[in-house]
């Protein structure tokens, strides 16, 4: 697939939804006719999209009225009810409420350097969904844009603000998941690209949030030759943080680093692979000052755990809800305000010769 760039000409909020909708209702109702599949799937018998979506309209107007009226919009745009554009905006929530198991995605690496950090995230999903993401180019008001790689009708994911702060994006499992349905954390990671000023006000943003599905949102600040970097992990039970190590090295992928969610961590029975991404990024770019975006391609780039590896690939032998692959590689430049992303995983990225 060609990565597809969308960037919008509409800065108001509704009418920018509108905007896309009109331009993508085929793949947007393909996107949640997907999530229809997947959530019927993972619960065994058919799921209420209508209601679930509603619950999450909900919770988004509580994150953020603006992105409450772009999903509006979307909806609008692509002729298909708000409950059904809500609902894939809370995907994740979903499928913690469904009960979903097996659910893993997503190695991060970020390197911090003297104001010009390295941010790469390997994007691990479900294979029906290899064609159902694009790239949004979103212009504000006040002139700063936000970039972020996101699947159609969804409003955000990985991303990055002119604003000089970054977003990688793993999802993770606490026993507390699936009580209802919280704020939905690809709304916050959008809301967070596009109102924090600062770090600080990021964090803040995402400490207080009342999430029913776990998430490390990964953020990335770079300003006036300094960087910084903490993954904030989002969990029903409070939130947690992880910090770079003495080197200016982050890793994650898709187990708690933080207590005490780590003792409520499920994630370690039935994705134990996490460990060992984990430990294989840790040995390669560990203690490295001179790492580069193709350095931590190139240290993802490793299939010894087969369907659960750094660089994945669907099994075709496997059922659907049990098949995922790197849907993308994607490079954040945080003081640009720009993100690179490349359809495949890290062992097709392009490198330089």
């Known amino acids: 697939m060609t990565v597809r760039t969308f960037r919008s000409s509409a800065t108001a909020a509704e009418g920018r939804g509108r905007e896309l909708g009109r331009a993508f209702a085929d793949e947007i109702t393909a996107t949640v006719d ?10 065994g018998a058919p799921v209420d999209l209508a209601h679930l979506g509603a619950l999450a309209a909900e919770q988004i107007a509580l994150v953020s009225p603006a992105l409450a009226a772009e999903i509006s919009g979307i909806a609008e745009g692509a002729g298909l009810p708000i409950t059904s554009i809500a609902a894939v905006n809370a995907r994740t929530e979903i499928l913690a409420a469904v009960g979903a198991i097996g659910v893993h995605e997503c190695s991060t690496a970020v390197l ?6 390295v941010a790469v995230q390997a994007w691990d999903w479900y294979a029906d969904l290899a ?13 700063h844009v936000t970039t972020t790689l996101t699947e159609y009708g969804i409003v ?15 999802i993770l499992h606490h026993g507390s998941d699936g009580a209802g349905i919280g704020a939905p954390v690809h709304v916050l990671a959008r809301a967070v690209l596009d109102d924090a000023q600062d770090l600080n006000q990021a964090l803040v943003r995402l400490s207080t949030a009342p999430v029913s599905a776990s998430s490390s949102l990964t953020l990335i600040a770079a300003s006036n030759g300094e960087s910084a970097a903490v993954s904030v992990e989002c969990n029903p039970g409070g939130v947690g943080y992880a910090l770079p190590d003495d080197g200016g090295l982050l890793l994650h992928t ?13 994630e370690l029975r039935t994705g134990p692979d996490t460990v060992l991404r984990y430990d294989t990024l840790r040995r390669r770019l560990a203690g490295r000052a001179d790492l ?15 369907g659960g590896a750094l660089c994945c690939h669907a099994d075709p032998a496997l059922p659907a809800a049990a098949q995922f692959q790197t849907l993308a590689t994607v490079a954040l430049d ?20």
């Open 34 to 43: 997907a999530y229809q599949r997947l959530f019927d799937r993972a619960a």
């Open 112 to 117: 911090l350097g003297h104001g010009q950090p």
């Open 131 to 143: 064609d159902l993401w694009f790239v949004w180019e979103i212009p504000h008001p006040d002139g």
């Open 156 to 170: 955000g994911k990985i991303g990055v603000s002119t604003r000089g702060l970054g977003v990688l994006f793993n």
């Open 254 to 266: 898709n187990h708690f680093l933080s207590t005490p969610a780590a003792f409520h961590d499920t």
């Open 292 to 306: 580069d975006v193709s350095d931590v391609v190139s240290a993802m780039n490793s299939h010894l755990l087969g």
């Open 334 to 353: 945080v003081v640009g305000g720009t993100l690179t992303a490349h359809d495949g995983g890290p062992c097709t990225f392009p490198r330089n010769t």
